[in-house]
């Protein structure tokens, strides 16, 4: 079975701020894929990023970045100099090839959420 | 754009009500999930769907079940709605191309049962 766990309940920053979102992991496929979704008040998860798990180079967006380190079956989320409108609830999800069988089901952590003060 | 469309935001039915919740996407996707929502726990797999009326049981069936008569409709039904049913139900789908590609999801639709 999987398993993500998405420690901080709560995060409250002043804008322009950086603010990092932890994501740790459980599963013993080999195989298998991370995901980030943001989910702002109006309740549409919006898809952020994916990586697959024989790719360990982090990854840069404009103020957004992803650290995956298998190592520590971590994979976090930084916001660089954050803004209100990065006010929402973000989900770190995993979904495992399974030889195909899985058809994508995404294992979701707790959720955080995060407010960003002007 | 791509799409993903619940019929309802916000319902209210009654205790012991037979409730249909809708979900319609426009992307010609295979799969079809749906999943609910509570604070504190993050997103469950209630059921989902890879093909026409093909459906599997994800990790929350017990009381729910769906159809999938159409690729681009999956419903969920509440047989006999009760209260701890009351929750945010979020329907997604995603295309089936050998590997996890992203879900697309819809608005969601907050179900209470009173």
């Known amino acids: 079975a999987q398993k993500v766990t998405q420690a901080q309940t709560e995060i409250s920053v002043v804008e322009k701020e950086d603010v990092t979102l932890d994501c740790v992991y459980e599963t013993r496929d080999t195989t298998y894929y991370l995901f980030w979704y943001k989910q702002p008040p109006s309740g549409e998860l919006v898809f952020l990023i994916r990586?697959?798990?024989?790719?360990?180079q982090n990854e840069i967006s404009g103020r957004y970045s992803w650290n995956f380190q298998k190592s520590t079956s971590s994979f976090n989320f930084t916001i660089t100099a954050s803004q209100v409108v990065d006010s929402a609830v973000y989900f770190c999800a995993l979904s495992v090839w399974a030889g195909g069988t899985s058809y994508g089901k995404l294992t979701f952590g707790q959720g955080t959420i995060l407010t960003v003060h002007p | 754009d791509v799409k993903v469309t619940q019929s309802s935001r916000y319902l209210v039915k009654r205790t012991g009500e037979k409730v249909f919740l809708e979900c319609v996407q426009d992307m010609d996707h295979e799969n079809m999930f749906w999943y609910r929502q509570d604070p504190g726990l993050g997103l469950r797999l209630i059921y989902f769907?890879?093909?026409?009326?093909?459906?599997e049981k994800g990790d929350i069936p017990e009381g729910y079940s769906v159809s999938r008569e159409k690729k681009e409709r999956f419903s969920l039904i509440l047989e006999s709605a009760s209260t701890n049913q009351t929750s945010m139900y979020l329907c997604a789908s995603s295309l089936n191309r050998g590997r996890s590609t992203e879900a697309f999801f819809g608005q969601g639709t907050r179900l209470t049962v009173v």
């Open positions: 990586r697959n798990s024989f790719d360990e």
């Open positions: 769907s890879y093909d026409v009326k093909m459906k």
